[in-house]
DNA sequence: AATGAAAGCAACCGCGAAGTA
DNA sequence: ATACTTCGCGGTTGCTTTCAT
């Protein structure tokens, strides 16, 4: 081994040929040791490199395609509450990334903070935007509750049809689809004010997550209060 | 159609916490 | 106790794509 010489490590966009490499060694070996992964899986990538391409790319269980307006209210909502922790932000979204999640608040929301100090020009160009953008998520939400509307209509429809003691894996899928939307709007209880005249029909149980969720929130009041009395 | 600006996104970097020998 | 390694996080950079003029 050469001691005195640093392994040249390859940098920038990753090929077709390195992420095969990268998602055999995982599925046969697992997560983690990554600074070992470079060399079992023949890559020329330093560990960091890896992880970072298997958590934010790799991932089989990535959520692919936009941020919905649910999730984009999410994030609003916890950002608010945690500041920029994007990791703790992503964990509330599965299948999203604190990577994707940083950038979406960067180029979606950053810069709105910072209107009040652009030209009135470039202002009114920026408002027309943001309208276009918010018509469009309108447009967006009434196809979202249209077709949870119609999922609802379809299971009502095949559990009359299918008055027998199982469920398809077809009934489960939407059954399952529909507890996620009824779980995140009690764990969020900003997304009914926000969504309030989208006539969003939500049953909101009170299940165990919600006190987990309510625990948290106050953790991080505590912090936040703690803070402040650092800073006074 | 050309071009410059802005947006979007993947990847890198530095730092600190946690784990280990 | 300490030095070293590994991991994860947040900030930043730079390339590509999209949009506006």
């Known amino acids: 081994m ?39 899986a023949g890559l020329k990538r330093n560990g960091k490199s890896c992880r970072l391409r298997w958590v934010n790319y790799l991932r089989p269980d990535l959520k692919r395609g936009k941020i919905t307006p649910r999730e984009e209210a999410v994030i609003l909502d916890l950002h608010a509450r945690w500041g920029n922790r994007w990791s703790t932000i992503a964990r509330s979204l599965p299948g999203r990334t604190d990577n994707e999640i940083k950038n979406y608040w960067r180029t979606h929301f950053k810069k709105k903070s910072e209107t009040t100090l652009v030209e009135p020009t470039k202002l009114k160009t ?15 939400l009434q196809l979202q509750q249209y077709e949870v509307d119609m999922k609802k209509i379809m299971l009502l429809l095949e559990e009359s049809e299918n008055k027998v003691g199982y469920m398809t894996p077809t009934m489960m899928d939407r059954q399952q689809e529909n507890m996620y939307e009824e779980q995140q709007s009690s764990q969020y209880p900003m997304l009914s004010q926000l969504y309030g005249s989208t006539n969003y029909v939500l049953e909101t149980p009170m299940n165990e997550d919600f006190g987990l969720w309510e625990g948290l929130w106050n953790l991080d009041d505590n912090h936040g209060n703690l803070c402040a009395a650092k800073a006074s």
């Open 126 to 140: 920026r408002l027309l935007k943001r309208q276009k953008f918010q018509q469009a998520q309108r447009q967006q």
């Open 2 to 40: 050469y001691w005195g010489v640093e392994q040249e490590w390859r940098k920038g966009p990753w090929t077709v040929e390195e992420d095969r490499l990268l998602v055999h060694h995982v599925n046969s070996h697992g997560e983690g040791r990554w600074n070992s992964v470079a060399t079992l």
